[in-house]
């Protein structure tokens, strides 16, 4: 394919299409004001997005409760308070002509108590001294799921995206390690399962037709096991339960190193699954005009963009403008990123990520 093959419409199977094959993925960035409130600096973060060029913008990981908190000024979707903040981004991104998508979240075992969270463990041997949820209080976290994506719809969104990635809450029911209940919800792989699903069939359910779901899974630790993951993804792709999976890989090359699909990229374990309706892209390392193009031939429908997009709002514009364009090299200076646009919240947050900041930069 080439890079052009990037610029394709795509259509889903609920709403409106993406533009073109290129997301925004989700970008946490402590930029919100306490209690879960859009801050001026989230809006506009949101609306140098918009402008970009993306096919579909998601939002940082939102929590769906209050105590489902991993850190500080992270954004909220657990009252209506937070509904005239988040409609102004989800208007900012339709006037961009994209597609938006709130990513829900819930931080499970690693809900933070520093900033007003009550870790949520799936098991009770997680964390020393606090038990396991009970039945009653996992069915009223899928129902808070299920209550955020109604609001994201009354917000104006176009859909939500379930982050079911890196160890957070729906991730650690699926794995076999961090799960050990006996109650439907844990035990055999369709019980670890259940709570994703029952997320994801609620969403369908109380949400109008053209709402679209996404769904984040990542593979790698957390004690997942990638045979299980590929079934439980085969039967969400058969059953078309969602418009689009999302991915999240930290490099799309990664190879699998043990069991049945050892040698093989962990992407490809994905895309031969046979994908009806549903849509499938991923994330990593996505930093060139090239390297998106080839993750097309290598069987993703569409790219999602991450720190490739940070250093460049404009990322879509310029992968449209040059094949040849590479993203900056990283790490770079505080100031670059300043001088990009940046928020001091947002360069804050990301000076605690490995290589992003370089070390010492004002
Ligand atoms: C600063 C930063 C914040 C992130 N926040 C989130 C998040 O809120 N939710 C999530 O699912 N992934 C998050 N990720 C992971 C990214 O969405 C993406 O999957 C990852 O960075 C790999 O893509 P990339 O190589 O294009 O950056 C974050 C990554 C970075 C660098």
């Known amino acids: 394919m080439t890079v052009s093959d990037?610029?394709?419409?795509?259509?889903?199977?609920?709403?409106?299409?993406?533009?073109?094959r290129i997301m925004m993925a989700p970008l946490t960035n402590q930029q919100s004001e306490v209690g879960g409130f859009l801050s001026s600096f989230d809006q506009d973060w949101i609306r140098q997005l918009s402008t970009g060029g993306y096919g579909l913008i998601q939002t940082s990981a939102t929590i769906i409760e209050e105590s489902a908190i991993a850190c500080a000024r992270q954004p909220g979707i657990f009252s209506d308070a937070h509904l005239p903040g988040l409609s102004e981004a989800a208007t900012s991104v339709r006037n961009g002509g994209g597609l938006s998508a709130v990513q829900l979240h819930h931080a499970g075992h690693r809900a933070n108590p520093m900033f007003g969270g009550t870790p949520a463990p799936a098991s009770s041997r997680t964390l020393p001294g606090v038990a396991a949820l009970t039945t009653q209080e996992v069915q009223r976290i899928r129902d808070n799921f299920i209550a955020a994506a109604k609001r994201a719809e009354r917000a104006g969104f176009d859909g939500v995206s379930v982050h079911g990635a890196f160890g957070w809450i729906l991730s650690e029911f699926l794995s076999p390690l961090m799960n050990?209940?006996?109650?439907?919800?844990?035990?055999?792989?369709?019980?670890?399962?259940?709570?994703?699903?029952?997320?994801?069939?609620?969403?369908?359910?109380?949400?109008?037709?053209?709402?679209?779901?996404g769904w984040r899974l990542s593979i790698e630790r957390y004690g997942l096991r990638l045979?299980?993951?590929?079934?439980?993804?085969?039967?969400?792709?058969?059953r078309e339960m969602i418009d689009y999976l999302d991915l999240a890989l930290w490099n799309y090359g990664q190879i699998v190193?043990?069991?049945?699909?050892?040698?093989?990229?962990?992407?490809?374990?994905?895309?031969?699954?046979?994908?009806k309706g549903v849509r499938v892209g991923a994330a990593g390392r996505v930093t060139s005009a090239r390297r998106a193009a080839q993750m097309l031939d290598d069987g993703c429908d569409f790219v999602l963009v991450g720190r490739a997009g940070i250093l460049d709002r404009e990322c879509p514009k310029k992968l449209a403008a040059?094949?040849?364009?590479?993203?900056?090299?990283?790490?770079?200076?505080?100031?670059?990123?300043?001088?990009?646009?940046?928020?001091?919240?947002?360069?804050?947050?990301l000076r605690g990520w490995p290589y992003f900041v370089r070390p010492g930069s004002v």
Not at 6 to 20: I, S, T
Not at 227 to 238: C, D, G, H, M, S
Not at 324 to 338: C, D, M, N
């Open 180 to 213: 050990d209940r006996t109650d439907q919800y844990g035990g055999s792989m369709e019980n670890r399962a259940r709570f994703t699903m029952e997320v994801i069939e609620g969403i369908r359910r109380e949400t109008g037709p053209d709402f679209q779901i």
């Open 257 to 275: 190193d043990e069991g049945k699909y050892r040698g093989r990229t962990m992407l490809s374990v994905f895309t031969e699954i046979p994908r």
């Open 322 to 349: 040059d094949p040849e364009y590479a993203s900056p090299q990283l790490p770079v200076t505080a100031g670059f990123l300043r001088e990009g646009g940046l928020s001091e919240r947002f360069i804050n947050h």
């Open 6 to 20: 990037l610029f394709d419409p795509l259509p889903l199977l609920h709403g409106p299409a993406m533009r073109n």
């Open 227 to 238: 045979e299980e993951l590929q079934e439980i993804t085969a039967e969400i792709l058969r």
